[in-house]
């Protein structure tokens, strides 16, 4: 149940980051919990692979490159997933930006138990 609510704030963060950027548009709000489904599984599955990949251009950055990986993976989730665009790389990296930011947030909140 818990993390049905992490989906749906995440889906939330998704349409906000829409509002808020221009270039980036949901169509609705079952087309942004399709996105986070999306992104989970890119995260999953094909980001370590790049990180890992990139692993000498990220140590010469500091850590930066990771941004550049994070817009190109938003960009390639505008252009798989239906109701979501990205027009552009300055909305995919101010968009994975915000995305990232309240994404880190959210991840960090725990079930009283």
């Not at 997933?81 to 930006?97: C, K």
């Amino acid at each position: 149940m818990f993390l049905l609510l992490k989906w749906v704030l995440f889906a939330l963060v998704i349409m906000l980051s829409a509002w808020l950027i221009p270039g980036i548009e949901v169509d609705g709000f079952l087309s942004a919990l399709l996105v986070v489904v999306v992104m989970a599984l890119i995260n999953t599955f094909v980001k370590p692979l790049i990180v890992l990949i990139t692993l000498p251009i990220n140590v010469i950055t500091l850590g930066l490159f990771i941004f550049v990986i994070n817009a190109a993976l938003l960009l390639l989730l505008g252009k798989i997933t239906p109701g979501f665009e990205v027009d552009g790389f300055l909305s995919a990296l101010l968009g994975s930006v915000v995305i990232s930011f309240l994404g880190t947030l959210i991840s960090n909140i725990e079930p009283k138990t």
